[in-house]
Structures are given as structure tokens and as C-alpha cells.
């Protein structure tokens, strides 16, 4: 039972992780987006 709390909690942190980058990608895309607004690219 305890190996399978290690488990989970290494999972949920490695979860944040994926949640972290994922917004940090968001930003990017949304300031890539912004530019391309601004600049008539899209």
C-alpha cells in the first residue's frame, strides 16, 4: 500500500509538471498569435 501511495503521488507530481508546461506553452502560442494578429500573418 505504500509502494502504491509513492506511485500515485510521483504520478501527480509529474501531472503538475505536465500541467506547468502545458500552460507555459499557452502563453507562447498566445503570444505567437498576438504577433501574428498584429502583423496580418493569419
Known amino acids: 500500500l505504500s509502494r ?9 507530481d509529474e501531472m503538475d509538471r505536465l500541467t506547468e508546461r502545458s500552460n507555459a506553452i499557452s502563453m507562447v502560442l498566445e503570444v505567437i498569435s498576438d504577433i501574428a494578429e498584429q502583423t496580418n500573418l493569419l
Open 4 to 12: 502504491l501511495r509513492q506511485q500515485l503521488t510521483s504520478a501527480n
